[in-house]
């Protein structure tokens, strides 16, 4: 009996702490639905008389929001898969193999993470400038594919060393080679650390604003979010717009962590311990 | 930019590339601080677009840095006479900018269906604000203000300081902030809040505006450019600023110019287009064209004369107004003056100084600023020293490996296997993020500033010292400490509880797991924007609830150094605490069961269970977690810039990330950005040592 009393306590006070949780997201929609003007309003509610989805309807028919949606798809996927791929080889590398210079790869990969970011957009663009890569997909892509690496590297040497040795050693008694057992044994069995990895690498570029804005100079060009800041001027924002291109661009990522939250769980692992 | 001017400026370019079918215009827009900052940087990687449009106070930072070009000898002098003189942008003898229009003055805007003649003096402005500022409903709480604009900004605060006689700029660029009608003008805004209760108490652009343009305010104080967004939604009257009764002078309102200016970088052909673009630009027939579709007050002589303006009466009138105000200083020193009174100003306005001493330590401040950014610390004995010191570490570097070579060359083939899946990574980690850490090093050693910024050199450990011997070091770091030491203890507590909870047996787990989860996948600059919305003091949902829920009278979030910075917090710890739980979420799940039933057989509380078992199996998960945690946290700029607007109340929110961000591009400060997050970097990397050997975690590595 008692059992069931704390957990109908624990429920509940679940259920509250979720809606307060939320109650910032739903803020957000609330605003996307209201006109521009009743940005401020002393209402809580979110759905009111005055409510309706013209902002969604002119965001998508009288902006260039879908070019700068398919722009931020391309990035991001590109990103992603770059992330993935180096980040499971690399991360590899640094788990089942004792070479010269590999402590000072993975303290200097944690190293990465304590440099404010913001000095480093300086030496960035004089780098891309050198390079001709200003206003290219290809600049902005390996920027975000470095900047999310050393923590993906992390995780993904953490979910390794979780894997016996044994395993592959089985394969390369059976003929594989080096890399085939990496390909056809760990990586198998690495999926929640993988997905993980690709998760963050997404996470980097579809949202990233700071370096989107010094490197891409044409409309053409832009991704989502700096898209979105077009909408807010500093001297006029248009508040109903920029809500619902907040809700828009949220989603994917909420499907993602929604979808894979199952993995979250079980692939997050920040460098745990072997053994 | 406002929308409506970049849809009228891209109409008139599609119509210069229909006569011109060779040329493309490519136009890309950022905000007036970013535009700063980015062709900052674009003007040192040695590109940027050739024609920049800008506000005229640009003119003296961009000149002294020698990233535009002057007009002087691409334009005949007769191109210059076609304009009204303060249209043309002169600093130290040259001519830098040419502007399309004048004004973005403030006036006096008001509502016709609630004002019939708008006041004339400060006492009738009390007046009418006293009648109009009302409580409709009857609830205790107003609903219609007399008055509203974003007094808090030194922009829209200065044409007061002329109402009370004194200017808060010297015609050198040096600041007078230190004067009777400072003090007057700072008293004189904070009795029409507290005295007078004719304006909000927090009152931000967006509030004013939205107050002004739902019929909720009578009058606002805003300028020119807000025409086009009011047109539609109300009918509004403009007037002069209403005359300081006490003094018999009227407030004067600063005039500027937007206009164009040439990149130092545009040479050959490329220029000779550009030049062609902005004769066009700045055309009459353009400005004619702004005039119809936008009500900008044109700065071509020609244009002024055309029938059109002439019959304009909303034009007329602003004519009148912008002759009570003064030009736009185009000093880059106006930076550090803004800078100086914004805080001082905001500290009278929270109450905690006085307009006097306010006044005094803002002309202190200023000096102070104007003097460190005009610095140019010559290369001595100490930065030879350095450089010799620097080129040594990279020969020893080099002869090192000659020397080891073989060594190394033998342990590269005996696991070229683990060699080959590293390099691709390692290079793309080098080139991003190595290289510039390089870079930041160099130039913290360097005298790279406002001043020197084409030019600048190697002088040694400068910065660092001065970052060191600065008592305001001290406090922001112990600001920091205490943001990153309550935020991270919030985020491993409360993630590790939540997920204590949700891995029990429980009904509906997974949809209260992926719920929780929602703060972190958010794009954090959404919901630093929203929080910031939401911490409003009259109209946040925040104060809203605390009042309808526990009837608690509203805090003043955004303008009370505590209270933001607390904000900031909130904000964070509602972004960072899924991570955590996650972590903790995965470390639980690895646990047996048995060893919590083998417990519950020796007859273990549930609290003993937590401590005896829980907590020691999720350690090794959650110690990576919470040092990274940590750094992220060390480092996050993006809540307390948004959340707080850069450091508001006077610069009382800012942790050292924040701060190194507005040294180096509000007040480009750039070696001294550059030492101090060099040493940021060393602070975490001492922290990161001794937490990983505390907790006996050196193995990780």
Not at chain 1, 147 to 171: N, R, S
Request: proline residues 5%; charged residues 15%.
């Amino acid at each position: 009996m008692s059992k069931k009393i704390e957990t109908l306590f624990i429920f509940s006070f679940l259920v509250l702490f979720t809606l307060a949780t939320l109650y910032p997201a739903l803020n957000i929609i609330g605003i996307s639905l209201r006109t521009d003007d009743a940005f401020q309003s002393r209402s809580l509610a979110l759905w009111t008389s005055e409510s309706s989805f013209r902002s969604y309807v002119t965001l998508f028919l009288k902006t260039d929001f879908l070019t700068w949606m398919k722009n931020s798809f391309l990035v991001s996927f590109v990103v992603t898969l770059t992330g993935v791929v180096l980040a499971s080889t690399s991360g590899y590398a640094l788990s089942r193999f004792n070479f010269m210079g590999r402590r000072a790869v993975l303290s200097s990969l944690l190293m990465t993470q304590m440099f404010p970011a913001t000095m480093l957009l300086l030496p960035f663009f004089i780098l891309l400038a050198k390079l001709k890569l200003i206003n290219s997909y290809l600049g902005l892509i390996i920027i975000y594919s470095s900047t999310a690496l050393p923590f993906c590297i992390w995780q993904m040497k953490g979910y390794y060393d979780t894997i016996p040795d044994a395993l592959e050693e089985a394969a390369r008694i059976d003929g594989c080679s080096r890399f085939s057992a990496f390909t056809k044994v760990i990586l198998p069995v690495s999926a929640p650390a993988l997905v993980i990895t690709a998760l963050f690498s997404f996470m980097a570029s579809w949202s990233e604003y700071v370096v989107a804005a010094i490197v891409l100079q044409d409309p053409g060009l832009y991704t989502l979010p700096l898209g979105l800041k077009s909408f807010q001027a500093s001297l006029s924002t248009q508040w109903g717009l920029y809500a619902a291109g907040a809700v828009v661009v949220s989603i994917p990522v909420m499907i993602l962590f929604i979808s894979l939250s199952r993995f979250l769980v079980s692939g997050l692992t920040v460098g745990s311990v072997k053994g | 930019m406002l929308y409506e001017n970049r849809k009228a400026l891209r109409e008139v370019c599609d119509k210069y590339e229909e006569s011109h079918p060779d040329i493309k215009i490519e136009l890309t827009y950022r905000e007036t601080e970013e535009l700063r900052s980015n062709f900052q940087s674009s003007a040192i990687g040695g590109s940027g677009p050739d024609l920049i449009y800008g506000p005229s106070d640009q003119v003296g930072p961009f000149a002294v840095m020698g990233i535009i070009q002057s007009l002087d000898e691409l334009f005949p002098s007769s191109f210059f006479d076609q304009f009204l003189s303060n249209a043309v942008v002169r600093f130290q003898e040259k001519t830098w900018m040419v502007g399309d229009g004048v004004g973005n003055h403030l006036m006096l805007m008001f509502n016709k269906e609630l004002i019939s003649t708008p006041p004339e003096s400060t006492d009738e402005l009390i007046q009418m604000g006293k009648s109009l500022t009302k409580d409709l409903n009857g609830d205790g709480i107003i609903d219609q203000y007399g008055l509203v604009w974003n007094f808090t900004e030194p922009f829209f605060y200065v044409p007061w300081i002329g109402g009370f006689g004194d200017w808060f700029i010297n015609d050198d660029g040096s600041p007078n902030l230190n004067t009777k009608s400072n003090e007057n003008a700072f008293a004189f805004i904070k009795s029409l809040r507290d005295e007078h209760r004719i304006i909000p108490k927090e009152c931000d652009y967006e509030t004013a505006n939205a107050l002004f343009k739902t019929g909720r305010a009578a009058m606002i104080i805003n300028g020119d450019w807000s025409w086009g967004d009011y047109r539609d939604k109300v009918d509004f009257g403009i007037a002069a600023l209403p005359m300081v009764s006490s003094t018999g002078d009227f407030p004067t309102p600063l005039v500027s110019t937007k206009g164009y200016s040439i990149n130092v970088h545009t040479t050959g052909e490329q220029l000779s287009h550009t030049i062609d673009l902005m004769t066009y630009l700045t055309s009459p027939e353009v400005q004619l064209h702004y005039v119809r579709r936008l009500n900008v007050q044109p700065s071509s002589l020609a244009a002024l004369a055309h029938p059109n303006v002439q019959s304009n009466s909303l034009l007329n009138q602003n004519a009148d107004i912008i002759k009570k105000g003064r030009p736009m200083p185009v000093v880059p020193e106006l930076r550090a003056i803004w800078d100086a009174l914004r805080g001082e100003y905001q500290s009278v306005l929270a109450g905690t100084k006085d307009p006097h001493a306010a006044a005094v330590e803002s002309q202190r401040k200023a000096i102070d600023q104007i003097k460190t950014m005009n610095v140019v610390i010559e290369p001595g004995v100490q930065g030879k020293f350095i450089k010799g010191l620097l080129f040594l570490f990279i020969a020893a570097l080099g002869i090192v490996f000659w020397i080891k070579k073989k060594i190394y060359l033998r342990s590269f083939q005996e696991n070229k296997f683990a060699y080959l899946m590293l390099l691709p990574a390692f290079l793309g980690i080098m080139s991003v993020i190595i290289f510039p850490f390089g870079y930041n090093l160099i130039i913290s050693l360097s005298n790279f500033s406002l001043r020197t910024f084409k030019h600048w050199e190697i002088i040694g450990f400068h910065h660092f010292a001065s970052v060191l011997t600065d008592g305001g070091f001290y406090s922001l770091f112990g600001k920091t400490i205490i943001w990153t030491v309550v935020n991270v203890s919030f985020h491993v507590s409360l993630g590790v509880f939540l997920a204590v909870l949700i891995n029990r047996t429980l009904p509906a787990k997974r949809t209260f797991r992926t719920l929780l989860i929602i703060p972190w996948a958010l794009p954090q600059y959404i919901a630093a924007l929203t929080w910031r919305g939401m911490f409003n003091q009259e109209y946040g949902s925040i104060n809203l609830i605390l009042n309808q829920l526990l009837n608690m009278s509203p805090i003043q979030w955004l303008s009370q150094p505590v209270e933001a910075f607390s904000a900031c917090i909130i904000t964070n710890i509602w972004l960072g605490f899924p991570f955590m739980m996650v972590v903790a979420l995965g470390g639980l799940q690895s646990i047996p069961k048995e060893m919590y039933e083998a417990s519950q057989v020796d007859g273990a509380s549930r609290w003993q269970q937590f401590w005896n078992i829980t907590l020691p199996m999720i350690k090794p998960v959650m110690i990576p977690a919470v040092i990274l945690g940590t750094i992220w946290t060390f480092n996050n700029i993006n809540v307390v810039w948004l959340v707080s607007n850069g450091g508001e109340p006077s610069d009382l929110t800012h942790i050292l990330v924040s701060y190194v961000y507005k040294a180096a591009f509000n007040l480009y400060r750039y070696g001294y950005a550059a030492a101090l997050s060099m040493i940021i970097f060393l602070i975490l990397s001492m922290f990161t040592v001794v937490f990983m050997r505390r907790s006996k975690l050196d193995t990780v590595v």
